[in-house]
Nanobody, 120 residues
Framework: QVQLVESGGGLGQPGGSLRLSCVASGRIQRVAAMAWYRQGPGEQRDLVASMTTSGDRTYADSVKGRFTISRDNALNTVDLQIDKLAPEDTAVYFC??????????????WGQGTQVTVAS
């Protein structure tokens, strides 16, 4: 009914940039906060950045100044611009959104994840 699909992962070089995109589609009535999480090998899934519909952004300390989250409320998309890539950014990145589906109740949805690998 509702799905989130990420794109844009891949291999990046240290110091380089990547841009991740996520689109929410399906029987959607409203979308609230949208966010990006990441999960490195053998690690837990951690919040990287989030953004409200009014434009308030939060970032994990480890990515401040290098990552930028943006969204298009009309298109239900959220992007993550990753600059100054570092090896520790290697992880699977997941899109998350709080969504009210048509005829349903508010709940969080996850994308399938997109791999980001940073290596020279």
């Amino acid at each position: 009914q509702v799905q989130l699909v990420e794109s844009g992962g891949g291999l990046g070089q240290p110091g380089g940039s990547l841009r991740l995109s996520c689109v929410a589609s399906g029987r959607i009535q409203r979308v609230a906060a949208m966010a990006w999480y990441r999960q490195g090998p053998g690690e837990q899934r951690d919040l990287v950045a989030s953004m409200t519909t009014s434009g308030d952004r939060t970032y994990a300390d480890s990515v401040k100044g290098r990552f930028t989250i943006s969204r298009d409320n009309a298109l239900n998309t959220v992007d993550l611009q990753i600059d100054k890539l570092a090896p520790e950014d290697t992880a699977v990145y997941f899109c998350n959104a709080a969504i009210l589906p048509l005829g349903g109740t508010w709940r969080g949805y996850w994308g399938q994840g997109t791999q980001v690998t940073v290596a020279s």
